[in-house]
């Protein structure tokens, strides 16, 4: 079982920056895949960046690339979504999310707000 606590959103102007972070718990975190979606209102959860299980690579949702960056404390047992450029369409809830190996997406955690002001 993995528990994810999700935080760092909040309100800022567009073109500032945020850094969520994700803290699991769990032994075998840093040998699963993870990811962050999110889910604006009135829309589906959409996915935004993931790492592979080893951390070595990484993917980027086109509307995210070159102004969202992932990175790892393995130490720690957290991921981090650094989010710069900020833009009023990326105001939503952003999940993190992790699970074994070909298994899918198990665990959530329950999601952190973020707000961009226009």
């Known amino acids: 079982q993995v528990q994810l606590v999700e935080s760092g959103g909040g309100l800022v102007q567009a073109g500032g920056s945020l850094r969520l972070s994700c803290a699991a718990s769990?032994?075998?975190?840093?040998?699963?895949?993870m990811a962050w979606f999110r889910q604006a209102p009135g829309k589906e959860r959409e996915f935004v960046a993931s790492f592979t299980w080893d951390r070595r690579s990484t993917n980027y949702a086109d509307s995210v690339k070159g102004r969202f960056t992932l990175s790892t404390d393995n130490a720690k047992n957290t991921v981090y979504l650094q989010m710069n450029s900020l833009k009023a369409e990326d105001t939503a809830v952003y999940y993190c999310?992790?699970?074994?190996?070909?298994?899918?997406?198990?665990?959530w955690g329950q999601g952190t707000q973020v707000t961009v002001s226009a």
């Open positions: 769990g032994r075998t975190f840093s040998s699963y895949p």
């Open positions: 999310t992790t699970g074994p190996r070909g298994e899918g997406w198990s665990f």
